[in-house]
Every structure is written in structure tokens, then in C-alpha cells.
């Protein structure tokens, strides 16, 4: 009896893998753009980074899932470097049990500047059942790691239920991270700034992997492979901006007017509306916020605004007054492929 119990465990288990990797032509749910943008086919734009046949396409190629099991998870990456440019994913991520998961949207030069390399980050951090997924953002500068600049934030929907858009501006004038139509960050470039504003090419990588040393309360939970392959999802893929050479590292000789285009965007400048929305965002998703951090940073880093009611919400170590803390976790980046973790992980 239970040799036929485990025959029939064993099939369902099959059948829903097959299941998964069988893409459907219509995904669980369409999001609208936000923005007026061209969106690309994954062959348009992306090749496979790593993770075997843990990337799998849709079959009108408009769309790819990312997949993390027990032996290794996946990734994409731009088939070119942009010098500046505005990224952007519909994104859905792995539901149920999902601590130690991270997902990761970001743009990097690690490959190509080992030690003075720039990035911009969307990392989605998985946590235990019933409990919320969150969202960290960074920005690091000619390898500016020792100055990690994050934030943390809850969502005001469940990113696991239905597609939601990423996106991230940069300009040589700002960043800007939106998650839909709302901007929830905005970095404006200063001569305080000098070399720590992301100025080289980078690449758009996606992938999602194992961090189970640091990702979810300090590492105190760890990825359950029982629950594998975690699954996410992206569609509404685009890549504007300026392609350079990655062998001279010039931009094109269009660079000038792509530029110009991208700064004269819809999503590059956060209009009265946006900017209220933002501000209540921050207020109310926030939980961390390295500006407002006086343990790590005594004197705010030059770029930081310090809001007065931004601010009010955190105790004068940075950390929210009704609790969460930090722990310093050690470096997790044997590639630049496997994604990227900041130097501070709260608890929360």
C-alpha cells in the first residue's frame, strides 16, 4: 500500500513539473504597460546566462520563466551594454514557501569592471508562508560595495497572484526605480556624488537563486527544496537606450539622440502626481532606508534627502520605531550571474 501511494506521489509530483514546464500560450495574467515603450521578443534582445534548462520560453517567445531547483537556478542578461537606458519586466514571482529565494532585476558591469564595477538593483526577497515578499533597491558606484546605498520596502499588492511591472531609469542625470506607474526611488545625480553615480555600460541581467545564507531573516530560513522548482516569470520585456561596444567600450554614433529621447521621456521626470505618490509610498512601504541610517552613516552620503516625514518613522539608528533590526551577513558574490546582496539585511 504505501509502495502504491508513493508510485502515485511520484506521478503527481512529474505531472505537475511537466505542467510547469509546458509554457501556455496566454499567461495567468496580462499587466498593462504603464509607459509608452516597444516590447521585446527574449531572442530581440536576451540569451540565456545560466541555469541549463531551468529557462524556459513561452512559445510566441514574448515571454521566459526563470526556474530554481535543488541543483541550480537561471538567469538572462542583455545581448548588449548600454550606456544609460531604461530597463523594464513584468514580473511575477514564486508563491507559497518561498524563504531564501531571490529574484533579481538588475542592470551591472561586474564582468567587465571586477573591481570598479556600477549596478542598479531590483532584488525580490522571499520569505516563509504567509508571510510577504519585499523588495530591496541599491545603487553602487566604480565598485563602490562598501557604501551600499539600500532600500527596503513592502508591496501594496501580492506580486506572487498576478504580473507587476519593474523598472528602472537611468539617465546621466538620474535614477529613477518604478514599480508600475509609481516611482519609488529616485537618486539625482550631484558633483558630491563624483564617482560613486553609475556612469559605465552596463548589462540588464534577471535571474533567480539560493541565498539562503542571508535572504531571509538573517538567513535564519533557508530555501526548502520540497517546495521546488520555484518558478518566476517575466514578460513585457524592454531595452531602451543607448548600445555601446563591448570590445572599445564607445557608444554608437546615435548615442547623442537616444539620449536625448530617453531624458525626454514620459518616465524620466516624476511629475507633481507621481512625486505625491512616491512620497506616500515611502511612508507607507518603506522600512528601511540606508539616508536615515545614523549607525552605518553619522553623516548622510551626499546624493541623500532627508525627508522630515520619511525620517520621523525611523529611530536615529535608521531602524523603524514599532521594530525590525539588522545583521551584517557576509558577501555572496561568486558571480555576477548568481545575482547581488547588499552588506545590510534586516530581519523585518
Known sequence: MARHENLLLLLSSSSSLLLLLLFGVVLTCAVGAPFNVTHLAFHEGYSHLFGEGNLVRSPDGKSVRLLLDRFTGSGFISSDLYQYGFFSAAIKLPADYSA????????????????????????????????????????????????????????????????????????????????????IREVVRSEAMGGDYPAKPMSLYATIWDASNWATNGGKYKVNYKYAPFVSEFTNLVLQGCTVDPIQQLPAAT??????????????????????????????????????????????????????????R???????????????????????????????????
Open 314 to 348: 525611523f529611530k536615529d539608528s535608521g531602524r523603524l520605531k514599532f521594530g525590525g533590526h539588522h545583521r551584517r551577513h557576509s558577501k555572496h558574490r561568486n558571480h555576477v550571474s548568481e545575482g547581488s546582496s547588499s552588506e545590510y539585511q534586516s530581519d523585518a
Open 255 to 312: 548615442c547623442s539622440e537616444k539620449r536625448s529621447a530617453l531624458e525626454a521621456a514620459d518616465y524620466a521626470a516624476i511629475t507633481p502626481a507621481r512625486r505625491a505618490a512616491m512620497r506616500k509610498f515611502r511612508q507607507r512601504y518603506m522600512y528601511y532606508s540606508y539616508c536615515y541610517d545614523l549607525l552605518r552613516y553619522p553623516v548622510p552620503p551626499p546624493e541623500c534627502v532627508i525627508i522630515p516625514s520619511e525620517k520621523q
Open 100 to 183: 531564501g529565494v531571490v529574484v533579481a532585476f538588475y542592470t551591472s558591469n561586474g564582468d567587465v569592471f571586477e573591481k570598479t564595477h556600477d549596478e542598479l538593483d531590483f532584488e525580490f526577497l522571499g520569505n516563509i508562508r504567509g508571510k510577504q515578499w519585499r523588495i530591496q533597491t541599491n545603487v553602487y558606484g566604480n565598485g563602490s560595495t562598501s557604501r551600499g546605498r539600500e532600500e527596503r520596502y513592502t508591496l501594496w499588492f501580492d506580486p506572487t497572484e498576478e504580473f507587476h511591472q519593474y523598472s528602472i531609469l537611468w539617465t546621466a542625470k538620474n535614477i529613477i526605480f518604478y514599480v508600475d506607474d509609481v516611482p
